[in-house]
């Protein structure tokens, strides 16, 4: 650990133990210091400015309220980062299960129940020529990325976009770290299914393991 | 050996496999599970490299600005605040004081009022003010340091104030105190340049050890926009000539004197 993250983490501390003494405006540093983070964060969970901000105010908010719980020797970068991620994941089953009523019962999507990935392919299957544009690659990518249940995109941008370990996705997906690492497998190769159309037929064979 | 797995591909890449060895020199020699790691590799590294809207310098503020009215005041316990090591010493003036005009008070009702005896007041004034002179002194130091930090040399890129940074805080608590204390007495001109004092030494405190060039400039561009050093010193110079000439500081006069100061 560097000096910088040292002297961040002293002061934080030092706010932290202000802020619980009743001096309110000493949590006004916490927000200021980590607030870009969470919105990074909020926008890849959410892929959407409006949404992301709503998360950042939350997570602070629910951040204050439970800061008695938070352990002096954590660090608060993490600890506040985890309480984004549980009430994004919270507000993304939630919202997911309000569209599933809108729409037909049969079109419902659960954390538990994998379906299966080619169904998921959009129509407009990127070809190589495509994703050389970038406006398409990042339209697919999106797209990939909102077809994954909330517990799946969480592990995939904890794992992969903000390189946390497994056992941090657990906690914030309150699982097991078993689960936690199925979560991030099932995650890359839906993602792989869904951008690599012509790759599919080859993937599935190789997920057997076939002789070379 | 078997082509790797989808699964074994993953776990590779995420440094997670078992039998690292093993696998890496398959990929290796084999340039079918070389080419699906790539590919694996390059749709993560496009992932990563999605654009993210910048929210902005400010943003942090602005966050601040939307939550702030929506927390709730949280009850501190006196005796954690109050047996913290630093706050020892503010707590230690303050029993200073209430003994002084404890016994002051006993020693004013014995002494018949007459000239020569100090009233409780006066006394509890006088402690007071030898209190925040030394205050004073001890922060326009602290103030002095920041004014003159540079940096180190030319390549260096932040500047350490880890040192000012943990006297501010410890003279934080002392400010609030002798803050609040001028103003229940109405030393509306001590109450005003320590506030002003306060919010530098809450920045200075709040600070990370080590700052950009752009964070320094802020905290000293305040110091400065205040005029924060010359309001210090002048009520330094007040506070000392009311305690030579044993003057009661009427909040009026002293005040006045540095409010007068304060706008020149």
């Given amino acids: ?212 | 050996m078997k082509h790797l797995s989808e699964e074994q591909l993953i776990a590779y890449q995420d440094g997670e496999i078992s039998g690292r060895d093993a696998a890496a020199a398959h990929i290796n020699s084999c340039a079918e599970c070389k080419a699906e790691l790539n590919r694996l590799a390059e749709m993560l590294a496009a992932y990563q490299a999605l654009p993210i809207p910048d929210p902005g310098e400010d943003y942090g503020r602005r966050v601040w600005q939307q939550i702030a009215p929506r927390l709730e005041e949280k009850r501190s316990h006196w005796w954690q605040v109050f047996l913290e090591p630093r706050r020892l010493t503010a707590a230690g003036l303050v029993a200073a004081l209430l003994l002084v005009a404890f016994l002051a008070g006993r020693v004013s009702k014995r002494a018949d009022h007459g000239d020569a005896a100090l009233t409780a007041e006066q006394v509890r004034q006088r402690v007071l003010l030898l209190a925040v002179g030394e205050h004073l002194g001890r922060s326009e130091m602290v103030l002095m340091e920041i004014a003159n930090a540079e940096p180190e040399g030319a390549s260096v890129k932040q500047v350490s104030l880890s040192s000012q940074r943990r006297r501010a805080e410890e003279l934080l608590d002392e400010n609030r105190l002798y803050r609040q204390t001028a103003l229940q007495e109405g030393d509306t001109g001590i109450a005003n340049v320590l506030d002003e004092l306060e919010r530098v030494l809450l920045d200075v405190a709040h600070s990370p050890g080590n700052l950009t060039p752009a964070q320094f400039k802020s905290i000293r561009q305040r110091i400065d926009d205040d005029g924060l050093l010359f309001k210090v010193r002048v009520l330094t110079q007040e506070i000392e000539r009311r305690e030579k000439t044993g003057k009661q500081g009427p909040a009026e006069s002293g005040s006045a004197k540095v409010e007068r100061n304060n706008q020149a």
Avoid at chain 1, 51 to 73: G, H, M, N, P, T
């Fill in chain 1, 1 to 212: 650990m560097n000096e910088s993250v040292e002297s961040v983490r002293a002061a934080d501390a030092i706010a932290i133990e202000r802020t619980l003494a009743g001096d309110r405006d000493a949590f006004r540093v916490l927000v200021e210091r980590h607030s870009a983070t969470i919105f990074r964060l909020a926008y890849r969970l959410t892929g959407n400015h409006h949404d992301a901000e709503e998360i950042v105010q939350e997570a602070f908010l629910r951040a204050y309220q439970k800061l008695e719980q938070f352990a002096s020797q954590a660090n608060f970068a993490t600890w506040v980062y985890r309480i984004a991620a549980n009430y994004t994941i919270d507000r993304m089953r939630q919202r997911k299960q309000e569209d599933a009523r809108r729409q037909a019962p049969s079109t419902e999507m659960s954390d538990d129940v994998e379906q299966d990935p080619l169904r998921q392919v959009p129509d407009a299957a990127p070809t190589p020529e495509r994703l050389t544009q970038s406006v398409e690659l990042r339209r697919q990518m999106e797209n990939a990325l909102n077809s994954l249940t909330p517990a799946e995109r969480i592990a995939f941008v904890m794992r992969h976009c903000d390189g946390c370990g497994i056992e941090e996705i657990a906690a914030a997906l309150k699982s097991n770290s078993g689960a936690a690492k199925n979560t991030v497998f099932r995650a890359v190769h839906k993602l792989r299914q869904m951008l690599e159309p012509q790759l599919a037929p080859r993937a599935t064979a190789r997920a057997m393991g076939t002789e070379s």
